[in-house]
């Protein structure tokens, strides 16, 4: 077999384990990966997977890479906006993020919640959230907000009504349908006129 396939084998066989990663994710929660029920779910050894990862935390890692990529691939519309209307920038902006939160909980777990005892991000895994949020940034002092406390503010806001409608609304709108008031409040007290 040439590298060429040998490698293309192994992508296919990591992507098919952190597709079960994911079930098994959504099935019983994210506490519940581990490296004998995810072999199980794969008809494979337990002693197999460690051939693609090093342990759980490495899959947890793979994982939230890739929530971190779907992330990054939900905001490049932002790239391509009207940012003359610094108010439906940042509106669209977090009705996407609370849409995306609650459209995968299990995700929005293992990205914004920690919730997984003992586990976090490795450097390499957490530099793509890092480059998110720049790249979040970015939009913003392009509309002219770009101190750290406005930054905070803005993920404090959109993450905490993604969170409340996660926890109380799932697939609802009761949290989503404050995002203009809650960005109205917010440019007001960043003195951004619309």
């Not at 490495?58 to 209307?85: P, S, V």
């Not at 976090?120 to 949020?133: G, K, R």
Request: glycine share 8%; with cysteine.
């Amino acid at each position: 077999m040439t590298t060429g396939r040998v490698a293309q084998r192994r992508a296919a066989t990591r992507a098919a384990i952190l597709d079960a990663a994911w079930e098994l994710a959504h099935e019983s929660g994210l506490g519940e990966i581990g490296m004998r029920p995810l072999a199980a779910k794969l008809g494979m050894a337990a002693s197999s997977l460690y051939e693609y990862f090093s342990g759980k935390d490495a899959i947890y890692d793979a994982m939230f890479i890739q929530g971190n990529e779907a992330l990054r691939d939900e905001y490049r519309h932002l790239r391509d906006a009207d940012k003359t209307n610094p108010r439906e920038v940042l509106i669209d902006a977090a009705r996407r993020f609370i849409e995306f939160c609650d459209a995968d909980h299990a995700r929005f777990q293992l990205l914004f919640q920690r919730s997984i005892p003992g586990w976090q991000p490795s450097a390499e895994a957490y530099a793509i959230a890092v480059a998110n949020l720049e790249e979040m940034r970015g939009h913003m002092a392009y509309i002219g907000i770009a101190d750290d406390a406005s930054a905070d503010m803005w993920t404090a806001l959109t993450s905490g009504l993604a969170s409340q409608q996660v926890a109380n609304d799932p697939g609802g709108d009761r949290w989503l349908r404050l995002v203009e008031e809650a960005v109205d409040m917010f440019l007001t007290t960043r003195g951004v006129d619309e």
